[in-house]
T-cell receptor
Framework: NAGVTQTPKFRILKIGQSMTLQCTQD?????MYWYRQDPGMGLKLIYY???????DKGEVPNGYNVSRSTTEDFPLRLELAAPSQTSVYFC????????????FGQGTRLTVV | GNSVTQMEGPVTLSEEAFLTINCTYTATGYPSLFWYVQYPGEGLQLLLK?????DKGSNKGFEATYRKETTSFHLEKGSVQVSDSAVYFCALLRGSARQLTFGSGTQLTVLP
């Protein structure tokens, strides 16, 4: 039972570099989310998707892009890394049904130097 | 809009103490309510949930009752352990909303 899998677990980027955070889920959930969590803070929603081909902005989308070509995968792209993007990133998914909880991945700790 | 207000942290308790973490919400109608726990270096895990008024969610000795009249979902445990040290998040999901609304989290430290 893999659930939500994120890769990599850790990454150090230099300012201006690009990278893709991978997220895949095997529960056939149609809703998927990307959050960031800064030290001592709560979760902030970056982007979400309600199904393949459909994405929408969350609270803090600037500097990020997403795509959803399949139900299983929801990668997050950082085009020009900045120190302000140093954070822990969590992917989550849930079923489109009232009262259902979200399942979270283990997180990617990203440091931009 | 929907919102969740959690008790300010951090909270530090001795082992076997009683725990209460307050959570109140603002939402129309009857949202579903959740408590998530985040252990150090890990993602969030569902601890318990309640989907209608007066429901009690429970898991691992933790309990929370959905109180519509006070719009609250306070987390309680009768006797905490060192292994309960974590960050606890209250969250709600309102009807057809596409995303959960999270509180700011409460850091709990239990000392031996």
């Amino acid at each position: 039972n893999a659930g939500v899998t994120q890769t990599p677990k850790f990454r150090i980027l230099k300012i201006g570099q690009s990278m893709t955070l991978q997220c895949t889920q095997d529960m056939n959930h149609n809703y998927m989310y990307w959050y960031r969590q800064d030290p001592g803070m709560g979760l902030k929603l970056i982007y979400y998707s309600v199904g393949a081909g459909i994405t929408d902005k969350g609270e803090v989308p600037n500097g990020y892009n997403v795509s959803r070509s399949t139900t299983e995968d929801f990668p997050l792209r950082l085009e020009l890394a900045a120190p302000s993007q140093t954070s822990v990133y969590f992917c989550a998914s849930r079923l489109d049904r009232e009262g259902t909880e979200a399942f979270f991945g283990q997180g990617t700790r990203l440091t931009v130097v | 809009g929907n919102s969740v207000t959690q008790m300010e942290g951090p909270v530090t308790l001795s082992e076997e103490a009683f725990l209460t973490i307050n959570c109140t919400y603002t939402a129309t109608g009857y949202p579903s309510l959740f408590w998530y726990v985040q252990y150090p270096g890990e993602g969030l895990q569902l601890l318990l949930k309640a989907t209608k008024a007066d429901d009690k969610g429970s898991n691992k000795g933790f309990e929370a009752t959905y109180r519509k009249e006070t719009t609250s979902f306070h987390l309680e445990k009768g006797s905490v352990q060192v292994s309960d040290s974590a960050v606890y998040f209250c969250a709600l999901l309102r009807g057809s909303a596409r995303q959960l609304t999270f509180g700011s989290g409460t850091q709990l430290t239990v000392l031996p």
